[in-house]
C-alpha cells in the first residue's frame, strides 16, 4: 500500500495538499506528513506540516481537552525562550509555505501565507497542539513543539495503528451516526414547524458542537471542515428560528446533514477507531 493509500486510512478521508511524508512512526507508518499551502482547487491549507498517526492524534487529543492549547500559551507568555522558539518556527513555517507555493496564490490571494504555526494570526496565541508536535517531529529543534511531544506516554505505540486497522468497527460507527443524523433531520424538520422545539433544540446543538469540539479538540483547521460545520450552524439557525424560514428547501437541510455527518464521522475515527 503506498503512503498516500495509507494516509487515507488514517485520515477516514482522500488527503489533500499532500506534498510528502515529513516523518514516520518506528514501525514504518506515516505519521506527519508535509503539506502544499494550497489545495488543488486553490483553498488554504493552514500549516506546513500536519500529525497523521491515529496514536498522535488521539494522544494530543487528549492534552487539548484537559486545556492543553491554553496552558502552553501560558507557557509561551511566561517563558522567553520557548517564544523564541516560537517565533522562529513561525517565521521558518511562513518561508515553507512561500517556498512550496511556488509564486502561486490560491483563493485568498496568499493571505495565508502570512499565518503561524496552526494557522495562528497571532505570535503567542497557539490554535492547536497538533501542528506545534507535527513541526517538531518534522524538523527536530523546535523547543515548544518538543516539549508538547514529551507529554505524550508513551510516544509510539507498541504496535503500529495500522495492523490493528480493521474496517468492520468503522462500518459501525458509520452506520450508527448515519442513524443519529436520520432523527436529527426529522427532528430539525418539525422544529421548522413547532416554535415550542426551538429552545431545548438551540440547547441541544450548542451541546452537540461542545462536544464535537472536546472529542477533535482544536483540529478544525481543515477548511472543509470549517465549511461543513458553518453550512451546519447557518442552516440550524434558520430552521430554528421564531417561523419557518420562506422558501424552504430540501436540499439545505441536505447540506446541514451531510456536514453534520462528516464532523461526527471524523471524530468517530479519530477517538474510536
Not at 33 to 48: C, I, N, R
Not at 203 to 224: H, P, S
Amino acid at each position: 500500500m503506498d503512503d498516500r493509500a495509507v494516509v487515507a486510512l488514517q485520515l477516514g478521508r482522500c488527503p489533500r495538499a499532500l506534498l510528502r511524508v515529513a516523518r514516520r512512526c518506528p514501525h514504518g507508518a506515516p505519521a506527519v506528513t508535509e503539506q502544499a499551502p494550497y489545495d488543488d482547487a486553490g483553498e488554504p491549507f493552514p500549516t506546513s506540516y500536519y500529525v497523521t498517526c491515529p496514536h498522535l492524534v488521539s494522544g494530543l487529543a487528549r492534552i487539548e481537552a484537559a486545556g492543553g492549547v491554553e496552558r502552553w500559551t501560558g507557557e509561551v507568555e511566561r517563558d522567553p525562550a520557548l517564544r523564541v522558539s516560537l517565533e522562529r518556527a513561525e517565521r521558518l513555517q511562513r518561508e515553507l509555505r512561500r517556498l512550496a507555493a511556488a509564486g502561486r496564490t490560491g483563493v485568498d490571494g496568499g493571505a495565508s501565507f502570512d499565518l503561524g504555526v496552526g494557522g495562528s494570526s497571532r505570535t503567542g496565541s497557539l490554535k492547536c497542539l497538533h501542528a506545534h508536535a507535527a513541526f517538531a517531529l518534522a524538523r527536530p529543534g523546535y523547543e515548544l513543539g518538543e516539549r508538547i511531544i514529551a507529554e505524550l506516554d508513551p510516544l509510539w505505540p507498541a504496535r503500529c495503528c495500522m495492523n490493528a486497522y480493521d474496517p468492520a468497527p468503522m462500518s459501525a460507527i458509520l452506520e450508527t451516526s448515519r442513524h443519529q443524523w436520520r432523527e436529527g433531520s426529522r427532528r430539525l424538520d418539525a422544529a421548522a414547524t413547532d416554535s415550542r422545539l426551538h429552545e431545548r433544540l438551540i440547547a441541544e446543538v450548542e451541546l452537540v458542537q461542545e462536544e464535537l469540539a472536546r472529542r477533535v479538540g482544536q483540529t478544525f483547521g481543515l477548511e472543509e471542515l470549517a465549511r461543513a460545520y458553518g453550512e451546519s450552524d447557518r442552516w440550524v439557525g434558520e430552521v430554528v428560528a421564531e417561523r419557518a424560514p420562506p422558501g424552504f428547501r430540501p436540499q439545505d437541510l441536505s447540506i446541514a446533514q451531510d456536514a453534520g455527518f462528516h464532523l461526527f464521522s471524523r471524530a468517530a475515527y479519530d477517538f474510536e477507531p
